[in-house]
């Protein structure tokens, strides 16, 4: 009897080694995840735009319901912003505030009541913009945001696809506008790179920054892994730790680059993740929108946090 009891205890142990060890290959060193994954809520119609502020809430949109959600420190969700105006990409600026891309044609600032809102880019040349997407903030407080054609009226009201820069007191200015469809888009560390991560070539872009709302010429920063059977695919939503490494939302999972465009690997989500962010009291929760969920991850980096703006 011991001796069979013995037996079941070993194969038991071994079954948890041998997860323990493919838990274990699928993290990525000096990265993570060190932990379980975990599906913080669900129930939505399609998450994007995560962000975090500096007391530990998380907000992401619900773009078909037109939704902004938030997440305290606790993990409670609650009703931030409804209607959004079709809310996508999202940003905390330095005061608090959220700065979003609103797919129904600008890009506005929400108070911390959730309630005031005011406008920071609505035109281009005296046309709405197709359809913001997403965007990140720079130390001037000026906005990066990407207007591809997801979600624009049929006749695309700019005609081309583009990347934007709007300066803090609403000045616009069109900087990429030969992507076919760009989509994520953040800045390095140090504010001298800007990367675009167009949805649909597998070439992800990256853009030196010679002063705000000024770039020079682009370069291939690295290649998104494919599916199998599929080619000329690329990214959507983004997010960066302190190391510069690059998060990229794929088809496959979050692609890891680090800051030299070396492939570092890929997180896996039980739903294909669509956008990403660092949260938490030390900023080493990964926050990630996939489809119909929000998911966790506990990693060994931190994220970056942008300065966002001057006070």
Do not use: W
């Not at 880019?121 to 903030?137: I, S």
């Not at 720079?138 to 820069?165: C, E, H, I, K």
């Not at 669509?274 to 929108?289: E, M, S």
């Amino acid at each position: 009897m011991f001796a069979r009891l013995f037996c079941v205890s070993l194969a038991l142990t071994l079954v948890s080694l041998a997860r323990g060890a493919a838990a274990d290959e699928t993290a990525i060193p000096s990265i993570g995840p060190t932990g379980e994954i975990v599906k913080l809520h669900t129930g939505f119609g399609f998450t994007e735009g995560p962000a975090a502020d500096a007391e530990g809430n998380v907000y992401f949109s619900d773009v078909p319901n037109s939704r902004v959600s938030k997440v305290d420190a606790n993990g409670k969700l609650s009703v931030f912003r409804d209607p959004s105006n079709h809310t996508n990409g999202i940003m905390v600026n330095a005061a608090g505030e959220l700065v979003c891309c609103e797919m129904d044609g600008r890009v506005s600032i929400v108070a911390r009541d959730g309630k005031t809102v005011r406008p920071l880019a609505e035109t281009y040349e005296g046309k709405r913009f197709n359809a913001p997407n997403d965007l990140v903030v720079d130390r001037s407080g000026g906005v990066y945001f990407t207007d591809p054609q997801f979600r624009a009226p049929p006749s695309l009201p700019q005609g081309v696809t583009a990347v934007y820069y709007v300066t803090a007191d609403g000045k616009v200015s069109r900087l990429i506008d030969d992507l076919k469809a760009p989509n994520g888009v953040i800045l390095s560390p140090d504010e001298k790179t800007l990367y675009v991560v167009p949805s649909m070539q597998e070439e992800m872009m990256a853009y030196p920054v010679e002063a705000p709302g000024k770039l020079g010429k682009g370069r291939v920063f690295c290649r998104t892994k494919q599916a199998e059977g599929k080619q000329g695919t690329g990214g959507d939503g983004l997010t960066i730790d302190e190391k510069g490494n690059l998060y990229i939302a794929t088809a496959l999972g979050l692609q890891v680059f680090s800051a030299k465009g070396k492939a570092l690997g890929i997180i896996e989500f039980p739903e294909p993740p669509a956008n990403a962010t660092f949260g938490g009291k030390d900023r080493k929760t990964l926050y990630v929108t996939a489809r119909t969920s929000l998911y966790t991850a506990p990693m060994e980096v931190a994220g970056h946090v942008f300065p966002g703006g001057k006070k």
